[in-house]
Nanobody
Framework: QVQLVESGGGLVQPGGSLRLSCAAS????????IGWFRQAPGKERAGVSCIDYKRASTYFADSVKGRFTISRDNAKNTVYLQMNNLEPEDTAVYYC????????????????WGQGTQVTVSS
């Protein structure tokens, strides 16, 4: 069965850090680009970051540049999103998604989605 599972979310104070994981089962990620998206209450789902299948290209939303880092460990079939200097505006449900080879900024281009993990940034 093809699955993507996010983990690592939780409650953190402003300025803190979290590392989200996206683990695949039922397929291998070595030929996939993985994107991270987030959806805050009352807002549309928005792209956050993406890494392509060869790590040749990475992308970040302007709101997270310099604070978030995306990486992948193909041996573990897992992609990570390191989130530093978190702000209350980062509060959202975070989703990972997979498509073939190269990144896309459009959620409709992704074939597989995880269930999401909640990130709450609050004092």
């Amino acid at each position: 069965q093809v699955q993507l599972v996010e983990s690592g979310g939780g409650l953190v104070q402003p300025g803190g850090s979290l590392r989200l994981s996206c683990a695949a089962s039922g397929f291998t990620l070595d030929r996939n680009a993985i994107g991270w998206f987030r959806q805050a209450p009352g807002k549309e789902r928005a792209g956050v970051s993406c890494i392509d299948y060869k790590r040749a290209s990475t992308y970040f939303a302007d709101s997270v540049k310099g604070r978030f880092t995306i990486s992948r460990d193909n041996a573990k079939n897992t992609v990570y999103l390191q989130m530093n200097n978190l702000e209350p505006e980062d509060t959202a449900v975070y989703y990972c998604a997979a498509r073939n080879y190269y990144c896309s900024g459009y959620s409709s281009d992704y074939n597989y989605w995880g269930q999401g993990t909640q990130v709450t940034v609050s004092s």
